[in-house]
């Protein structure tokens, strides 16, 4: 029996590949500290959870519309408006099961075989994986660092867009370098869509998750809403990961579009557990405030250990849970060339367990520097500074 041809296409998230080593090493009597994954070891708040019992409690365990139920959209329309100073309705809002299924319906509806997507890279390896799987060409733009962070190449970008360009997938606030666009380069990439008339899917997962500061959604600028597809998530502000929930936030066209794909696909998200979302909008914030009081720690205490490490660059993200060093000068010192190697030589000497650059996309073929990715989402203050000890040592040690 054959499978069909189109899932040589088909990427995947390699990332899960660290975590099955990483488990595997610990299964053998070895201790693991989990860097790797982007997930939130802190429970969801109890009001949402409570919402969610309700909700159960109170029947509401059948088919709900496939859009999302009418609370729901309503609220997000709200609080995703007033944030990013859109006017929105509920018709703007598709609800999904998590982020990510934002991605491939946005692709599903906006790009047809042949046609090329620009996509960062390193980025989410979905972006890839999807625009490949459905036939498209995947477009990857670079970043360059800047010394304090990592800022896109938009005259690489600029040069790339050519007559089958469809779309621009941008993630601010990003996955895995959190990288953050100035006001001039989110301006740039803004007009760049609007000069060529292309779509952008504005993955805006970590909008919320910030220290200092605030975000600015591309969809806010002069005449982006009409061709902006911003992807909200639960996941991270209220460490619902597994809850699945989230919302395609979309021009009244396309969203119609994106709920016929919900019917397709899945029928409705969970019933339930949109009553929790409605919660999680509406009720007490301050849950969500110590997750991110939390995280902040985290994040301070894995950039200080890093500081003093020789041969390690690792600057302070504003937002979201990764810190993402070039470790190219560290490799050298120890005479390790591939960063796959260092990354499994690094877990068998200290247990500290991480994603690499290759996990997020394709490496494009003039890359010089290597880099490796730490996720502080998924790991406590202790772990942090006992395991960041250990590789400080091994790193130093020739
Ligand atoms: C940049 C980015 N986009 C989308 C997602 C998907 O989030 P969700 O878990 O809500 O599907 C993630 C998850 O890690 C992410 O990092």
Not at 128 to 144: D, H, K, N, T, W
Not at 167 to 191: H, K, M, T
């Amino acid at each position: 029996m054959r499978l069909a041809d189109r899932l040589g296409n088909l990427g995947t998230e390699t990332a899960f590949a660290v975590s099955l080593r990483a488990t595997e090493w610990q299964a053998q009597g070895n201790r693991v500290y989990p860097f790797h994954l982007g997930d939130i070891n802190l429970p969801t708040p109890a009001n949402v959870v409570a919402a969610m019992d309700r909700a159960i409690a109170d029947g509401r365990t059948g088919y709900c519309p496939a859009a999302g139920i009418p609370q729901l959209r309503e609220v997000l329309a709200e609080d995703v408006g007033r944030r990013r100073g859109l006017s929105l309705g509920p018709e703007n809002v598709i609800v999904q099961p998590g982020g990510k299924p934002v991605i491939t319906k946005f692709i599903q509806s906006i790009m047809d075989p042949g046609d090329e997507v620009l996509y960062p890279n390193p980025g989410y390896p979905i972006y890839e994986s999807q625009i490949e799987y459905f036939g498209g060409v995947a477009r990857p733009y670079r970043y360059l660092p800047t010394g304090t962070g990592f800022a896109i190449d938009v005259e690489q970008m600029r040069a790339m867009v050519g007559p089958r360009t469809r779309a621009i997938v941008y993630n601010d606030l990003q996955n895995p370098n959190g990288a953050e666009s100035s006001d001039e380069e989110r301006r740039a990439i803004a007009d760049l869509a609007s000069e060529h008339d292309l779509w952008v899917l504005s993955d805006e997962a970590y909008f919320e998750m910030r220290y200092s500061g605030s975000s600015t959604s591309i969809a806010s600028l002069p005449g982006m809403q009409e061709r902006t597809v911003i992807l909200y998530t639960f996941s991270k502000k209220f460490a619902m990961t597994g809850w699945r929930l989230g919302a395609a936030v979309a021009p009244t066209a396309v969203a119609e579009v994106i709920s016929k794909l919900n019917t397709n696909d899945e029928s409705c998200t969970t019933h339930f557990v949109q009553h929790g979302g409605v919660e999680a909008i509406t009720g007490d914030p301050s849950g969500p405030a110590a997750i991110l009081e939390t995280l902040r720690r985290r994040r301070d205490e894995t950039v200080d250990a890093l500081a003093g490490v020789p041969g390690i660059e690792a600057y302070r993200p504003e937002a979201g849970f990764y810190v993402f060093p070039d470790v190219t000068a560290a490799m050298q010192a120890k005479g390790i060339p591939d960063v796959g190697e260092f990354a499994e030589q690094a877990l068998r000497a200290t247990g500290v367990s991480f994603c690499t650059r290759r996990h997020f996309g394709r490496p494009q073929p003039d890359e010089t520097r290597d880099y490796i990715r730490l996720a502080f989402s998924g790991i406590s203050e202790d772990d942090i500074r006992e395991g960041l000890g250990r590789f400080a040592e091994w790193v130093g040690a020739s």
